[in-house]
């Protein structure tokens, strides 16, 4: 199970850190992704991180602007999001496989069946 938190308005050009708490399983063996999903639109993986090395993976619409880092004791994930802007705004959602970050950010969106109750981003003026 996984809690999504940090969300919330924020001009553009702001910054936003998310956090992702898991419960009920150790991530260590598991690659862990943020996911998003615009109003409308569909959901798309925006940053993985493999809990084990700490390997990355970034989309190129967040790339240079996003950071993802992990805590293992804390079996925790977060999003670092900065120079937000209004496309960026969309419910955000935290899941994790046992697969490479690229694979996980690339396909999870459409493998993936069961999802948190995310956390709202909205980034407006």
């Known amino acids: 199970q996984f809690v999504e938190s940090g969300g919330g308005l924020v001009q553009p050009g702001g910054s936003l850190r998310l956090s992702c708490a898991a419960s009920?399983?150790?991530?260590?063996?598991?690659?862990i992704g943020w996911f998003r999903q615009p109003p409308g639109k569909e959901r798309e993986g925006v940053s993985c991180?493999?809990?084990?090395?700490?390997?990355?993976y970034y989309s190129e619409a967040v790339k240079g602007r996003v950071t993802i880092s992990k805590d293992n004791a804390k079996n925790a994930v977060y999003l670092q999001m900065n120079s937000l802007q209004p496309e960026d705004t969309a419910d955000y959602y935290c899941?994790?496989?046992?697969?490479?970050?690229?694979?996980?950010?690339?396909?999870?969106?459409?493998?993936?069946?069961?999802w948190g109750q995310g956390t709202q981003v909205t980034v407006s003026s």
């Open positions: 009920g399983f150790n991530l260590d063996n598991y690659s």
């Open positions: 991180i493999n809990m084990y090395d700490g390997s990355t």
């Open positions: 899941t994790a496989a046992q697969t490479l970050p690229i694979s996980l950010c690339m396909f999870g969106a459409q493998t993936i069946r069961s």
